[in-house]
Structures are given as C-alpha cells and as structure tokens.
C-alpha cells in the first residue's frame, strides 16, 4: 500500500480532535460540554442571539441546535424572549446563572490554552493565528462552503468572479436533479 503524504488538512483535523478532547475533559470540571460553552460564547459576545443564529455559527442542524438551546434553558443558563421587532424570533439571554458558569468556564478554557501552547514561542502563536485566519477565510469564499452554496443567485453574484465561476456550474447541476 502506498503511503499517502501527510497534508495539513489531516493533521489540523487530528490538532482539533486532540485539543476538542482536553477541552471536554477540562470543562467538564465545571460541568459544561464544549458545544454549551461555545454556545453560551456566541450569545455573551453578541454573535448570535437566535437558535437560527446559533446553528449557522456553529455549523449544527437547526434541530440539533433546538436542543442544546432547551437543555442550557432547563438548566437556567440562558432566557429566550420574543424579539421587539419579529415576535416569530426568540431571542435568547446568558443568565446570571449562566454568566457565572461561563465566567468558570472562561478561566479553564484559558488556562488550558495556556498550557496547550506553553512550548510555543509568543511569535509562533501569532503566526498560526494568522494562518489560521487565512485558512478560514478561504475555506469560507471556497464554493464547497455551505454558506456560499446556500445563498440566493442574486448574492451569489456579489461573490468575486472566481467565487461565483466555481459555484454556478453545481447549482445549476444540482437544479437540475
């Protein structure tokens, strides 16, 4: 069997699978999954305030979403209220109780960052942060990403060409099936 070249796409799944599983370990000392404390970290820093919101920031099924938002609600993490403007949109609060368990977990969150990249000099950090950045950001424009499949024709067209040439030909395709 031929031995495939390692690609940075491999081992930044096996960084994240490694790294998600100190997270779960670590924030279960506060009794928290990652998912809550993300969750809870979107709404505290305003990213988003619906379940829909929620579920495009996280990348789960809005089902998947609905659920994880009942469990934290039972739990008295968080509040959903009708919005002033569109009562059909619950919007959703960090309660007091919610606040001081993501403060908690805010403090094991970066303490194992710490220690997860005490090894690393300062520059490295800032490095990778960049890379990363661009990463993202080119996953995000490519025309595999969900966000860019899942928008209207008329958006798709505000795309720049290259986005816009990559992603047509499978719409079109997938309009036809």
Known sequence: ?????????????RAELAVRGC????????????SQYF????????EATSSA???????????????????????GLIARTPDSINSRILRIEVTAAGRK?????????????????????PREVE????????LITSAERHSYHPKLRSLPRAAAKTQ???V????TPRRRAAGRS
């Open 1 to 13: 069997m031929q031995e495939l070249p390692t690609s940075p796409v491999y081992l930044l799944k």
């Open 23 to 34: 997270v779960e370990k670590a924030l279960s000392a506060v009794a928290l999954t990652p």
């Open 39 to 46: 969750v809870l970290f979107l709404i505290e820093t305003g």
């Open 53 to 75: 919101e929620l579920a495009r920031a996280t990348g789960v099924l809005p089902q998947s979403m609905t659920e994880l938002i009942s469990l934290l609600e039972k739990r």
């Open 101 to 121: 368990l993501f403060e908690k977990g805010t403090e094991v969150a970066i303490r194992l960052e710490r220690e997860l990249f005490e090894e690393f000099d």
């Open 127 to 134: 490095t990778l942060n960049g890379l990363f950045g661009r």
């Open 160 to 162: 720049p060409a290259s």
């Open 164 to 167: 816009a040439r990559k992603s």
